[in-house]
């Protein structure tokens, strides 16, 4: 195998699936679409497309990059427990409202209203 072959091979494929997935996940808990944080990126939707299914690798930068536009800590998609979730729709479209809650105080009402709930 040439050195440039080996050079190319994942050390952990599992990883940028895991990656891509949690990428997709808060991509979607934003309310994003692949063409919109593409553009934010100077990439394709089919870039995009590419790390979300764990076919491309993400460097590092992009990933501080892309924590950076998403307003997410890069403890999100490197702790160890992360894992993705699996929402609804109905709870992506829930996300997407407390998002847009603007007033500190309602939003600590709804929590408490929430906590009374479960």
Do not use: W
Not at 3 to 25: C, E, F, I, Y
Not at 52 to 62: A, D, F, I, K, P
């Amino acid at each position: 195998m040439s050195k440039l072959r080996k050079a190319r091979q994942r050390v952990n494929p599992g990883l940028d699936a895991r990656l891509g997935s949690l990428l997709r996940q808060r991509r979607q808990e934003l309310g994003l679409s692949q063409s919109v944080l593409g553009k934010k990126l100077d990439l394709t939707f089919q870039q995009i497309q590419k790390y979300e299914h764990g076919t491309n690798q993400l460097t590092v930068s992009r990933l501080l990059q892309i924590c950076r536009i998403l307003n997410t800590p890069i403890d999100y998609f490197l702790a160890p427990q992360a894992a993705p979730f699996h929402y609804k729709p109905l709870d992506y479209r829930l996300m997407r409202a407390l998002h847009g809650i603007r007033n500190e105080r309602a939003k600590q009402v709804l929590l408490s209203l929430a906590r009374c709930l479960t």
